[in-house]
């Protein structure tokens, strides 16, 4: 059993920075990603940013040079630090982790909401 603990979502003007974090436990033998998704409301859930155990990062256009995707491997924990955001950041934010080469999990996501 796996368990994603999140959180560091919330209300913060457009401008402002958020960052969540995103620990994970439970049945993990190998960490090989995490990283975070996105919904807003009518909107597909896309991909915000990701890390791999080899360190390598991918971010979504709209983010890049705002967000900052960060791990600390001692602690199977991800970092997502926001800055500079923008009313269309707005969405539930969904931390995932992919383990053991071969399953997914998700967790129950943190909303974040950036007012005008």
């Known amino acids: 059993q796996v368990q994603l603990m999140e959180s560091g979502g919330g209300l913060v003007q457009a401008g402002g920075s958020l960052t969540l974090s995103c620990a994970a436990s439970?049945?993990?033998?190998?960490?090989?990603?995490m990283g975070w998704h996105r919904q807003a409301p009518g909107k597909q859930r896309d991909l915000v940013a990701s890390t791999t155990s080899g360190g390598s990062t991918n971010y979504a256009d709209s983010v890049k040079g705002r967000f900052t995707i960060s791990r600390d491997n001692a602690k199977n924990t991800v970092y997502l630090q926001m800055n500079d955001l923008k009313p269309e950041d707005t969405a539930v934010y969904y931390c995932y982790v992919r383990y053991n080469d071969r399953y997914w999990y998700w967790g129950q996501g943190t909303q974040v909401t950036v007012s005008s």
């Open positions: 439970g049945s993990i033998f190998s960490i090989n990603a």
